[in-house]
DNA sequence: CCAGTGGTTGCAAACGATTTCAAACATTTC
DNA sequence: GAAATGTTTGAAATCGTTTGCAACCACTGG
């Protein structure tokens, strides 16, 4: 029961090499085959792998990215974390993620990935506190911010097209002939949620409508469905709903089920981002799809080229969101 | 524009001490408060913050744990990463994230967790390659295996109580006077899949009662539906069926709404899990609870317990399971 | 035979922190 | 005032790797 780790000393004294030959075996560099097969068996045997810690010291790069994330309460968030984790798998990074949840401070996690010397801190929740970010630009440490603010300078930015949802949506209202259309947010107001409501406004207004505001109760299903119930039951109850997000619509959903509401023809409901559960038979909703690949990819770009060129500047990239009309519209 | 990032160095100097002095300010040691206050203050106007991959290196420890993680097709495995995430940062560890989804190998992850040094590796996914685990146990890894699997020597497990979630399925239907009791499980066959239907027969051949057995068609939504409706479409149709997960739970429910079979009445439906949704309207799924905050606790017990004592024999635990009845049973 | 070439090798200096040790200093006790 | 005691301090070794450099080797061509 040996418990300390071999080292690359080990491995040379075992091999008789020195230990430059057993770096260069596994990180390449001129050696000839046959020590390099010998190093590698010797290796085996005595269980070695380089230490990451070890090489990032020297080499002044760790190949890790920070993901700095809150509560997942969307469904949304863990497919992006997935598809996340995968493209940084492909191209050879780790993926360190910093839970945010305590009052939704961020710092803590940015401050982390700083320590970590990430390639780069993700941010896909809360709102990014000045000091942290500015810590981060100072020490050119790359920060992208994730589907829901830009507010911060010097920082780059992937957000949906979400001015441009709304505007479907309101569109796709107005053509099923609407009469009283109503904006569904979630309880405390976010970037995404007040840009996809300037939208929906925006293209009301240029019919000559101004829909009705209404918001969840709360963060859990039952205040949001508490929420949808009340809406509902209004005797001005509105006939077409936009939501911010399809969790907010399964509310509205399942609310108009339990009044007796026939969906899509005494109301039609619109949801935003796509979740795979959208497109179950219980909800059949109509939504805004949310390309979490997409998402994934310019991310993925924006981060090879902030890193070969430090000194660009802010780049802001939008996700194009396009209407999946299923079985919630007329 | 400075690129390089500040070092100990930097700050001793600024501060005029010893680069004694300043890690001893930041890691704690003696040092007289006047001192620390003007080297936290140097340190500040430098954005200096030690380097944790130069620290692990001395102190030959990260303080970081690796979870292997396969496609998370069902919710309870983001409510499990961040439960996990957050417990960790709590015990001052960070989470690495290493996808396994091609081809379900994970010992790439395993391997990065090695090279990590990580302190564990927590495998939620999968088999574990044999190879990549007794390398674990030579160098005194400690492997983890969460909620699936325990086929593998020398390493830890926590798993549910499926067997029984099974047994207390079977008699709960067995109370409600079902006819014919039928088990619908995953395409491919896992541990846990195994001994829920395990423990569902053993109760149901206790009562005489041999139950039927179905199978999903694919890993998706649709596919799911389909099997079921097939299922519930045969003229020897179960009155009662039990489901590996909820999310069958939610392809069956579903299948009788569009075959206009009544719920609990004519069709019984039991889920495991308790996923968030299975609370939702529209299913209201009597389902077993496995609660996902026990499940990372015990996790970071055995954490502790390995670390502490590092030859100790294997862990397993089993995490009880409650029946939670809503409106799909009677 | 000798200079030139090109591929292998190993030494030693980094990388950025912590921690042991002994010296220096301050404080108390007799 | 001296000895004993306790607290700060910094020099230097250390952690496990990479890499620039120079030495070395075996060839090749003149």
Not at 93 to 106: E, G, H
Request: charged share 25%.
């Amino acid at each position: 029961m040996n418990r300390r780790r071999s080292t690359i000393k080990d491995v040379a004294r075992e091999a008789g090499v020195s230990v430059s030959a057993v770096s260069r075996a596994f990180s390449g560099g001129s050696l000839s085959a046959d020590k390099k097969t010998r190093i590698l068996q010797v290796a085996g045997t005595l269980d070695y792998r380089p230490s990451s810690a070890a090489q990032s010291l020297v080499r002044q790069q760790t190949r890790s990215v920070t993901l700095v994330t809150g509560r997942m309460h969307d469904p949304f968030d863990s497919q992006f974390l997935e598809a996340l984790a995968e493209a940084l798998a492909d191209s050879g990074r780790r993926l360190i993620v910093a839970p945010a949840s305590k009052q939704a401070d961020l710092s803590g996690g940015v401050y982390q990935a700083i320590d970590d010397r990430s390639d780069a801190v993700i941010i896909a929740a809360g709102t990014m506190p000045l000091d942290a970010s500015r810590a981060c630009v100072r020490i050119g440490l790359p920060v992208i911010l994730a589907g829901r603010i830009l507010d911060t300078p010097g920082v780059d930015a992937v957000v949906a097209a979400n001015c441009d949802g709304g505007r479907q949506a309101a569109a796709m209202f107005l053509r099923g002939g609407c009469q009283r259309p109503a904006w569904f947010g979630v309880e405390r107001p976010s970037f995404s949620n007040d840009e996809r409501l300037a939208g929906f406004h925006a293209q009301m207004a240029a019919a000559g409508i101004e829909p009705a505001r209404f918001e969840a109760g709360g963060r859990d299903d039952e205040a949001i469905f508490e929420a949808a119930s009340r809406m509902l039951s209004r005797s001005d109850r509105p006939d077409a709903v936009f939501c911010a997000t399809d969790r907010l619509a399964f509310g509205v959903l399942e609310a108009a089920g339990a009044l007796r509401l026939a969906v899509p023809r005494d109301l039609a409901v619109i949801g935003f981002n796509n979740v795979p559960a959208a497109a179950r038979r219980s909800y059949r909703l109509t939504t805004l799809d949310y390309p979490v690949a997409r998402v994934v990819a310019e991310i993925m770009e924006i981060l090879e080229a902030r890193l070969a060129a430090p000194g660009l500047a802010p780049i802001r990239r939008r996700i194009p969101v396009s209407l999946i009309v299923r079985e919630t519209t007329r």
